[in-house]
């Protein structure tokens, strides 16, 4: 069963036209939410608090094996997308494929592109599509204290360790 808040990206783009004509604030996301830890919690809650409509866009898991490399995602993108859609804070999400997040911000024009704190505003990757349209660029999530990598590499540890 397809959740509620999982749109394709012209179901969303109609969503979000209808938010934006309430004067609705629209906050995009982006990331590849491969295995969900207290870094990713932060960054969904401070990019929800940036506006009204929390949108996050979801790495299809073609975009997540070219960026991650072998072995990932951990997780099908179904089951990501069902995991950020039980978020209270997330309004919608949408799965894209492309190598970067430029299509859905140039479709939507979300007022605000949230990043985690391994960005800088200056490397955002896509910080000149968010300027062409007017966005702005907000860093989300607070000193860096977890990725997925690494939590992968401690239950890797652990298990070998366990024997």
Known sequence: ?????????????????????????????????????????????????????????????????ALKGAGRPLLPQRERAEVLAAFECVDYVVIFREPNVEKVLLTLKPDVHSKGSDYTVETVPERETVKSYGGTIFIAGGPKVRSTRDVVGLIAARKDADG
């Open 1 to 65: 069963m397809k959740p509620k808040k999982l749109r394709s990206l012209a179901e969303l783009r109609k969503a979000v036209e209808a938010q934006k004509r309430r004067g609705r604030r629209i906050v995009l996301a982006n990331g590849c939410f491969d295995l969900f830890h207290v870094g990713h919690v932060r960054y969904l809650r401070e990019s929800a608090n940036q506006g009204d409509v929390l949108v996050v866009a979801l790495n299809s898991d073609s975009s997540v094996r």
